[in-house]
């Protein structure tokens, strides 16, 4: 009943001819549905698993979770994100891996280093790994980017273990990172092991959305979906 020739030209048969599902009536229960691909999902993620990088660290996100919040945060071609806490890199592989342009930055030199290696293999074995990367070391509370210089900002914030982040205690740097996110972009996905409504409104955000991901049984994720407010954009 269908099929497509060389060119993807589809043709349909339209024989009069009874098929086998004719019930001797002249009726029949046979179907036939045409349709086109436009979308196809990806089940590659376990193909790349967080240990198997060059550079690992302990309690990296899972691609798949970091695929779904870079798609949050709007990422694609011709759209900035920035990673103010970019640690491995595992939002910016996923922000990559859709087309967009990447800015990380990290406080600790061995996460800027270890981020540029792991972008780096993934270039080498990914065609699909397209967009402008850029890493730098850098204070997340006081970003060295112009005002407007993104499209989005998302971060994976520390969790309690590790409360203490060079100069900043995590209240201190979660806000200044808030702030200076709203600087730089309209839009913003913050993942964290709490609540920062709070903090996210005081930094000027509208909270559009929180909601929770059971990650284990001691560690649950808040994701924050914020954009300015109407009368700041």
């Not at 080498?124 to 005002?147: R, Y």
């Not at 559009?208 to 109407?230: A, C, I, M, T």
Request: charged share 30%; glycine share 12%; net charge negative.
């Amino acid at each position: 009943l269908f099929a497509s020739d060389a060119d993807g030209d589809e043709e349909i048969d339209s024989s009069d001819e009874e098929s086998d599902a004719d019930d001797g009536d002249g009726e029949s229960d046979a179907c036939c549905f045409l349709g086109w691909l436009a979308v196809e999902s990806r089940r590659d993620y376990g193909e790349r698993r967080p240990t198997d990088r060059p550079f690992v660290q302990p309690g990296s996100m899972a691609p798949l979770d970091a695929r779904a919040l870079v798609n949050i945060a709007g990422a694609g071609p011709e759209a900035t994100v920035v990673d103010p806490m970019c640690g491995t890199g595992g939002l910016l592989l996923e922000a990559g891996l859709v087309g967009g342009d990447m800015i990380g930055v990290d406080a600790q030199w061995k996460m800027t280093r270890g981020s540029q290696e792991n972008l780096a293999a993934l270039r080498e074995e990914s065609d699909e790994f397209d967009g402008e990367v850029a890493i730098i070391h850098g204070d997340a509370t006081a970003l060295p980017l112009g005002d407007g210089a993104a499209d989005a900002v998302i971060f994976d914030a520390p969790y309690g273990r590790q409360s203490k982040i060079a100069r900043h205690e995590l209240g201190e740097l979660v806000g200044g990172a808030l702030r200076e996110a709203r600087r730089i972009a309209p839009r913003a996905v913050v993942v964290a092991d709490r609540s920062w409504d709070d903090a996210a409104r005081e930094a000027g955000w509208e909270v559009e959305r929180r909601f929770e991901r059971r990650v284990h049984g001691s560690l649950v994720r808040h994701v924050h979906v914020l954009s300015r407010k109407e009368d700041d954009r």
